[in-house]
């Protein structure tokens, strides 16, 4: 490059030369290309898109041939959804109807159909399941995960690279194949579908993600930080909990973020080792189809519902999304 | 780093080592007290089970059963090796790993390419097109279900093959009344490239985002054609970070499948998308029990990603080295 620098190049670099830089060629170009991008994305949007309207179909609409993209929106499949019911005698059924003015929302959608509420259903108490065993399990892998992460980045750890390869590795295996000595571990421990046997499952699973992110976010903060608190009196822990966790604290929330996601969203396990208390929403989802017919527009608003938390974190957690699904490897 | 901190060595050593005696925790204490939980936890629930299930690999036992291991050697191994029905899953399974990523990869960086230079609103659409990655697959496998549903499923409508007299059944292996091979496949693996395609766009583009402009610039000096410009310095610039998208996706790829398929198809139509996992699912739960033999299948598997993963976190070592 010096030389480049010396001498100069033999011709002026103009617009049409340089590439990188706008001629209104590559204006146009440009133009047409974000249009592209754009007809993509929305391409990619339909599946989404669909969904949602789904999930405020009735169940006549969900069924309709050919599929109607104008209807009347209500709101009965998340009534089916949460609520188990019984249908109603005809005679029963007319007179309810005129009392309907007193009834709630739900009982009046339930109505509707000819149909009575008659408790909450099997999938609120999923989705309870889910927040109890996602939410517990993410506070105990991220704070194993921060004391770990500090570690392996501040000190001298004998054997770093293969404990780090070690617990990484454990990430890689598919579920599937812990599964099995997994499932007889449990039930000798009474741990089978527990939610504590659950919390610790994905407390475990998500720790190599939270240790590598954590540990990537913490290789970012300046030692000299606690050095210098040290030097002023602090002990190691006290630099610790006073500096590098309120410097690391995006961080933190970004892999927080990420644990939870992936415990929300596990599958397999929480197939293979639940079966009735502990059983989250994912698995239920899935089965539901089995009962009574396929519900979709049921189907669809519990997707919807598992969904919308997901959408709104993708975008608060865009900037380190890319570093949460490699592990902390690429960095944007 | 260190250096720059002893600007006056002779204060601070002072300091710290007056300082000693109120520190209650040795550095190494703390270290020791900050890793092993963790470590203690991955050996209980990950590493013990591992050896747990290789014992049992080489057993004849049911979990069902009231009956103790049986060691019978190499016969479970020797079983799934000489089961034609096995190398087909694990084609199957080949086979969705080769599609679907292999899709990907072309999509992703073609995006990656269209995106490369921002725009009015890019991070925004490139936050919107992110979104099926963060989905709960066996979910996603679920809508996509009713999406391909014949007769009242978007899917056929939105690629104009909603003909009645002719149906398109893409779950069940059939068109138009015919059987046509791997169409279920297709179908699964088309799911799979709608969700991961993002992710290898964003690896992409975070590579092409580090090619330093000079590259460029020198080329254009010395007139080099768009195309030779792409294959001399964008392609071998983002080589790297394609390949961790491969690896990462073929790991990947692997593992989710399971929940992929059981959400749309259970294996089916007959075992047409039985990818590994699901049998492995079967062997060992639904019905059948036969907890020895599906440690083996596991252990064929666990073989395999061993293999994939060893040589990703190689490639991963030699990248974060260069930086």
Redesign the interface.
């Known amino acids: 490059?010096a030389s480049?620098e010396e001498s100069g190049?033999s011709t002026p670099?103009t617009e049409g030369?340089?590439?990188?830089k706008v001629s209104p060629r590559s204006r146009r170009l440009?133009?047409i290309?974000?249009l592209?991008?754009?007809l993509?994305?929305l391409i990619?949007?339909?599946?989404?898109a669909?969904?949602v309207i789904?999930a405020f179909k009735s169940r006549t609409e969900?069924?309709?041939?050919?599929?109607r993209l104008i209807f009347e929106p209500t709101l009965e499949g998340f009534v089916f959804l949460l609520t188990e019911r019984s249908q109603m005698a005809p005679a029963i059924l007319e007179e309810a109807k005129q009392n309907a003015g007193e009834l709630g929302l739900f009982d009046r959608i339930a109505l509707n159909a000819g149909q009575q509420i008659t408790g909450p259903s099997d999938f609120v108490r999923r989705l309870r399941n889910s927040l109890i065993i996602a939410g517990g399990s993410t506070i105990f892998t991220v704070a194993?995960?921060l004391?770990?992460a500090?570690?392996?980045s501040r000190?001298e750890?004998p054997g770093k690279?293969d404990?780090m390869?070690?617990?990484?590795?454990?990430r890689?295996?598919?579920?599937?194949?812990?599964?099995?000595?997994?499932?007889?571990?449990f039930?000798q421990l009474n741990l089978y579908d527990t939610h504590l046997g659950m919390i610790?499952?994905y407390?475990?699973f998500n720790?190599?993600l939270t240790?590598w992110l954590l540990k990537g976010f913490m290789d970012e903060i300046?030692?000299?930080y606690e050095?210098?608190a040290?030097?002023d009196?602090y002990?190691?822990?006290q630099a610790?909990y006073k500096i590098v966790i309120p410097q690391a604290s995006t961080g933190i929330a970004a892999t927080t973020v990420f644990a939870f996601?992936f415990a929300?969203?596990?599958?397999?396990l929480a197939?293979?080792m639940t079966s009735e208390t502990a059983r989250t929403a994912?698995?239920a989802?899935?089965t539901m189809?089995g009962r009574g017919g396929i519900e979709?527009s049921a189907?669809?608003a519990?997707?919807l519902a598992?969904?919308i938390p997901?959408?709104i974190?993708?975008?608060a957690l865009?900037k380190h999304?890319?570093r949460g699904?490699?592990f902390g490897?690429?960095?944007? | 780093m260190t250096s720059e901190v002893g600007f006056e060595p002779e204060t601070s050593a002072t300091s710290t080592q007056q300082k000693k005696p109120r520190r209650t925790l040795s550095d190494k204490a703390i270290r020791n007290l900050f890793i092993w939980p963790a470590l203690i936890l991955l050996i209980a629930i990950n590493i013990f089970p591992l050896f747990y299930s290789l014992f049992l690999s080489f057993t004849d036992y049911s979990a069902i059963a009231n009956q103790a291991p049986e060691w019978i050697a190499f016969e479970n191994f020797g079983r799934i090796l000489n089961d034609e029905r096995m190398w087909e899953f694990f084609s199957t399974t080949g086979k969705y790993v080769l599609y679907s990523v292999g899709l990907q990869m072309l999509l992703g960086f073609g995006l990656a390419m269209l995106i490369r230079e921002s725009f009015l609103g890019s991070g925004f659409i490139t936050t919107l097109i992110l979104i099926p990655m963060m989905l709960s697959p066996v979910v996603v496998g679920l809508f996509w279900k009713l999406i391909y549903n014949p007769s009242f499923g978007f899917f056929n409508y939105m690629i104009g093959m909603a003909d009645p007299n002719r149906p398109l059944d893409m779950l069940a292996s059939r068109f138009a009344g015919e059987v046509v091979n791997d169409l279920a496949l297709w179908a699964v693996v088309l799911v799979d490239v709608w969700m991961w395609t993002p992710f290898v766009m964003l690896l992409v583009l975070s590579g092409l985002k580090a090619i330093p402009d000079y590259l460029y610039e020198a080329a254009a000096i010395d007139r080099a054609s768009s195309w030779f410009q792409f294959w001399r310095i964008t392609l071998p610039q983002v080589t790297p970070l394609l390949l961790i998208a491969v690896l990462f996706r073929t790991i990947e790829a692997m593992n989710k499948s399971f929940d992929l398929v059981m959400g749309m198809t259970g294996g089916g139509p007959g075992t047409a998308t039985e990818v590994i996992g699901v049998t492995l699912f079967r062997t060992a739960f639904q019905g059948q029990w036969r907890t020895g033999r599906a440690s083996a299948i596991a252990y064929v598997i666990l073989i395999i990603v061993i293999a994939i993963s060893n040589i990703y976190i190689r490639y991963l070592n030699k990248i974060r080295g260069e930086e």
């Open positions: 490059m480049f190049p670099v030369i340089r590439v990188d440009k133009r290309r974000s592209v991008v754009v993509i994305a990619g949007l339909i599946p989404v669909v969904m789904t969900v069924v309709a041939v050919p599929p194993l995960g004391f770990a500090y570690a392996f000190f750890v690279g404990l390869f070690l617990i990484l590795s454990t890689m295996l598919p579920a599937v194949v812990v599964a099995v000595p997994l499932f007889l571990m039930r610790i499952l407390t475990v720790l190599s240790t300046p030692k000299e050095e210098a040290m030097v009196g002990s190691r822990w610790f996601i929300w969203n596990e599958y397999a197939l293979m994912p698995p989802i899935a189809q979709w189907i669809a519990g997707t598992f969904l997901v959408i974190v993708a975008f865009r999304l890319l699904v490699t490897a690429i960095r944007q």
